[in-house]
């Protein structure tokens, strides 16, 4: 049965040698954009299934394992609550999240008084060099097409940041200290990363937005640049994410105490990855595998948040 370190680096691998793979193909056949991206899609899906159905796999096995050999059967399965905790959450004020959508909101006013201005083939997708590369015809809805999918977006991860705020702070019961710093670092760097995304595409959108409006405001180099800089900053920002959740509370390890366990959630964790529990009112909790949130499906209030705005995009996609 797989640890965790041991899946973690069997993604990891798998992951890298699909990259190197790729990266051979390309420069080797100097394939067509559609192709790479096709290709690409693929690969990332690929991975993302494979390591999906071997989580499940031994996600089986290790429930099976632990009825057989009766796992906790000896322990006092404990719950902790740590009234402190929230005095101590840096998680960043929700109104900061209002000044990205107060620049949408100011694009597509912007936008709707320079209707005139615009071309008669509005771009709707736009390739790796930040060049235009697929357009739909000029109407009232495509010309605000774009910032209001950025408006919606920005809502988004504005309700996911208010809802973590209000999710409960977990705390083990055998290793309160790092549990704590590590739900506390968790909570504030999240916050972080949704303020840094919500800013960095509310600035390639308007670039965007702004481009179409007036051709050449910006030269080439810049066009070229600014799509690289945006998916450079959003790796960066992922990786000090990740390095800086992943390693808090690791040095603060305690000895726990004789014959108390931690409370048993196997049954709100349907498939070791979905959680599904009506008496838990967060709507956001931590992920039981990896770094980050996942939805409590139970919450019907997730559901809006997260798929409500996908669903309106989609319709806009559609009306145009």
């Known amino acids: 049965i797989f640890t965790e370190k041991r899946y973690s680096l069997f993604v990891l691998i798998l992951s ?41 796999y ?14 906790g059967m000896n322990l006092k399965q404990v719950k902790t609550v740590d009234l402190s905790a929230r005095e101590q959450d840096e998680m960043l004020p929700w109104y900061l999240f209002i000044f990205p959508i107060l620049i949408t909101i100011g694009l597509t006013v912007y936008t709707i008084s320079q209707y005139q201005l615009l071309p008669d083939q509005i771009p709707t997708h736009w390739g790796l060099n930040g060049q235009p590369d697929a357009f739909t015809e000029k109407t009232r809805i495509s010309a605000i097409q774009m910032p209001l999918t950025l408006l919606f977006l920005q809502i988004m991860f504005m309700g996911i940041h208010i809802s973590t705020k209000r999710s409960g702070i977990k705390i083990s019961a055998t290793n309160t200290a790092a549990s704590r710093t590590r739900q506390l670092t968790l909570r504030k760097y999240s916050s972080w990363l949704m303020f840094v995304m919500s800013v960095l595409i509310t600035m390639l959108f308007s670039f965007f937005q702004l481009t179409t409006i007036h051709e050449g405001l910006i030269g080439e180099a810049v066009t070229f640049a600014l799509p690289l800089g945006f998916m450079l900053l959003t790796l960066i920002w992922t ?82």
């Open 16 to 56: 890298a040698t699909a990259l190197i793979l790729f990266s051979i193909w390309y420069f080797t056949s100097n394939p067509a954009e559609e192709s790479m991206v096709l290709v690409g899609t693929i690969i990332i899906f690929g991975i993302l299934t494979l390591s999906i159905v071997l989580y499940f």
């Open 58 to 71: 031994h996600h089986v096995k290790i429930l099976q394992r632990k009825r057989e050999e009766k796992w």
């Open 239 to 320: 990786i000090l994410f990740a390095i800086r959740v992943g390693t808090a509370g690791n040095k603060q390890v305690m000895q726990p105490e004789q014959g108390i366990g931690e409370y048993d959630e196997d049954k709100y964790w349907k498939g070791g990855l979905f959680y599904f529990n009506k008496n838990d009112p967060s709507i956001f909790v931590e992920k039981r595998f990896g770094i980050g949130w996942t939805l409590n499906f139970a919450n019907p209030k997730g559901y809006l948040i997260v798929i409500g705005p996908i669903i309106i995009i989609l319709l806009l996609s559609f009306l145009n």
